[in-house]
T-cell receptor
Framework: SQQGEEDPQALSIQEGENATMNCSYK?????LQWYRQNSGRGLVHLIL?????REKHSGRLRVTLDTSKKSSSLLITASRAADTASYFC?????????????FGQGTILTVHP | DAGVTQSPTHLIKTRGQQVTLRCSPK?????VSWYQQALGQGPQFIFQ???????QRGNFPDRFSGHQFPNYSSELNVNALLLGDSALYLC???????????FGQGTRLTVV
């Protein structure tokens, strides 16, 4: 079963614009991760944020986590055509279930040149 | 570093047959997890192997089984294939008690 729900399901923007994707989840987590997938191939890890962190940056990526609302957001600034892909959030419950990732349905991002 | 490698890339099987998928983890990683990703969906956790034993399992029937070898490589076996088993099967590796998972390019299984 899918733990997370991602919003929006699809996002279409122009190059240079910012893209924001949201993820909600249901149970307690140790960390939340964001992945990118191009054309149904393997997933590429983007960023990991732990449950005791509120915000994290990596290059053009900014991730926030609100554990009280059980939600996270991924912001991609100054989008490029190469950012076109599906983006997934994944939660890791930690403890005895460490590494058992539960993924959301994903957001399909299209960046037009 | 070759990263996580999976074989084969594509596979077509007939309903009722059995299939074996293979995965070599990233160098230095001893934990391997398998995921099933249906078209248009997010990946779903099948099981995880560590020290040649199944450490965790998702909600998949016993038709799905696996193995991990001493060199940490892993196999996923699916028996009595159903049409609904058609999906992209992803292997991921991570260091012991590691955090981020590194994924292979996947095996696209089509059951006809």
């Amino acid at each position: 079963s899918q733990q997370g729900e991602e919003d929006p399901q699809a996002l279409s923007i122009q190059e240079g614009e910012n893209a924001t994707m949201n993820c909600s989840y249901k149970t307690s987590i140790n960390n939340l991760q964001w992945y990118r997938q191009n054309s149904g191939r393997g997933l590429v890890h983007l960023i990991l944020i732990r449950s005791n962190e509120r915000e994290k940056h990596s290059g053009r990526l900014r991730v926030t986590l609100d554990t009280s609302k059980k939600s996270s957001s991924l912001l991609i600034t100054a989008s490029r055509a190469a950012d076109t892909a599906s983006y997934f959030c994944a939660t890791d419950p930690g403890g005895t279930s460490y590494g058992k990732l539960t993924f959301g349905q994903g957001t399909i991002l299209t960046v037009h040149p | 570093d070759a990263g996580v490698t999976q074989s084969p890339t594509h596979l077509i099987k007939t309903r009722g047959q059995q299939v074996t998928l293979r995965c070599s983890p990233k160098s230095g990683h001893d934990t391997v997890s398998w995921y099933q990703q249906a078209l248009g969906q997010g990946p779903q956790f099948i099981f995880q192997y560590y020290e040649e034993e199944e450490r965790q399992r998702g909600n998949f029937p016993d038709r799905f089984s696996g193995h991990q070898f001493p060199n940490y490589s892993s196999e996923l076996n699916v028996n009595a294939l159903l049409l609904g088993d058609s999906a992209l099967y992803l292997c991921a590796s991570s260091p012991q008690w590691g955090t981020e998972a590194f994924f292979g390019q996947g095996t696209r299984l089509t059951v006809v």
